[in-house]
């Protein structure tokens, strides 16, 4: 299993950007979703780059968040806009009101395991 990216300048961004690369060309096909690529960004822990220390993620600064994205972007502009779309809504379910939604919704959130816009 892959070890977590923990800033924009870790080797591990640069091995999953090397495979969402090979992957890419999958998303040339009508209708084609990035399941295989958004597994892999959960893996590595993409989905938590964006979101607070007190729910779990790692809080990385804007500018940190946008080299990440940078990166993605130059591997597989597809996977990144996707992923751009769900960190909108996780960011808002993360600094909401609403308690059940950070425990309930985040999780599998963060891990991949649901989707969100």
């Not at 080299?67 to 130059?74: E, V």
């Not at 809504?89 to 969100?116: K, M, N, Y």
Request: aromatic share 8%.
């Amino acid at each position: 299993m892959p070890r977590m990216i923990t800033a924009p300048d870790d080797p591990q961004l640069d091995e999953l950007c090397e495979q969402l690369a090979q992957l890419a060309p999958q998303l040339e096909n009508p209708g084609a979703w990035p399941a295989d690529q958004l597994d892999l960004c959960a893996k590595y822990g993409v989905f938590d780059w964006f979101l607070p220390r007190d729910v779990g993620g790692l809080e990385w600064s804007e500018g940190d968040v946008t080299r990440g994205y940078a990166k993605l972007s130059s591997a597989c502009l597809t996977t990144t806009f996707v992923i751009t779309q769900r960190a909108g809504a996780c960011r808002r379910i993360a600094v909401g009101d609403s308690q059940w939604a950070r425990e309930q919704l985040l999780p599998d959130l963060r891990t991949g395991h649901s989707f969100a816009t």
